[in-house]
């Protein structure tokens, strides 16, 4: 029988029989939050909007199967055919740290997963085509699978395919359809998705032109923590009327008042 080492976050590292090294939940939660803003604002990475399955590494115990050559192997046969463990494997992959980096056998865990359905494995393989890691960058490829997952109503693929339709990468330039799939996003509390629907309403792009409007999503992307929406508000300040923001902020007491859409996955 291949031997079996079990790495545990809470409270040691095993590895054949020895203890290597103890990691509090808030180190790892430190460490991989690190990792992921590290790997969203590398240069080449500036484009998609979120990894899914990422917060599933908060989990109080989280355990992952490593063989005697160091691999991550699946618990069972069931495990080994599950798309959420492919796609926490593969952002294992994806990110380093605990296991090497490699980002073909993140792909090939993304892949399967999202073959299977899995619309956080649909996400992530989209944004990995996007990115070109470990595959050839392809936005006619990466609109393919954002689209897939878009369906599913995954937030971070909504907006992302949002992005590609209003920059028209790998797509037909479509303000409309942009504006339609950031609409579907920021329902379900995407700050960035909130965000892109303000400029749009701000500039007129694929909506009718409206300051109230753009105000409103802002104000409530500010609500949420994104700063850059707090900064925007704070230009529109200086432009709109009173009447017009006081408007807008009562539009922003309605909309919070109303429970967001989440997705769940299957």
């Known amino acids: 029988m291949k031997s079996i080492d079990v790495i545990?976050?809470?409270?040691?590292?095993?590895?054949?029989?020895?203890?290597?090294?103890?990691m509090s939940l808030k180190a790892v939660f430190i460490t991989v939050t690190i990792l992921i803003?590290?790997?969203?604002?590398?240069?080449?990475?500036?484009?998609?909007?979120g990894w899914a399955g990422e917060d599933e590494f908060d989990e109080e115990i989280e355990e992952i199967i490593i063989g005697a050559d160091g691999k991550p192997v699946p618990e069972t046969e069931n495990s080994a055919e599950d798309p959420a463990t492919m796609t926490r494997l593969g952002n294992m992959y994806r990110i380093g740290g605990s296991i090497p980096k490699d980002y073909s056998k993140a792909l090939k865990l993304y892949r399967k997963a999202a073959e299977a359905g899995f619309a956080d494995a649909q996400n992530n393989l989209a944004s990995m085509y996007e990115h070109g890691m470990g595959v050839e960058k392809n936005y006619k490829e990466s609109a393919k699978w954002y689209l897939k997952a878009a369906e599913q109503e995954e937030e971070r693929a909504q907006h992302s395919l949002g992005m590609l339709y209003r920059d028209g990468r790998g797509v037909l330039n479509d303000l409309q359809e942009a504006a339609g799939w950031f609409r579907k996003?920021?329902?379900?509390?995407?700050?960035?998705?909130?965000?892109?629907m303000g400029t749009m309403y701000w500039e007129g792009s694929g909506v009718s032109r409206s300051d109230v409007r753009a105000y409103m999503w802002w104000k409530i992307a500010a609500h949420y923590g994104d700063k850059k929406s707090a900064?925007?508000?704070?230009?529109?300040?200086?432009?709109?009327?009173?009447?017009?923001?006081?408007?807008?902020?009562?539009?922003v007491r309605q909309k919070l008042g109303q429970p967001r859409q989440r997705r769940v996955n299957p």
């Open 231 to 251: 900064e925007l508000c704070d230009m529109a300040d200086k432009k709109m009327s009173s009447e017009s923001i006081a408007k807008a902020n009562q539009m």
């Open 37 to 49: 803003y590290a790997l969203l604002f590398l240069p080449l990475q500036l484009e998609a909007c």
């Open 8 to 22: 545990k976050k809470n409270p040691h590292v095993i590895h054949q029989g020895h203890i290597l090294y103890g």
């Open 185 to 196: 996003s920021a329902d379900q509390g995407h700050k960035g998705a909130m965000r892109d």
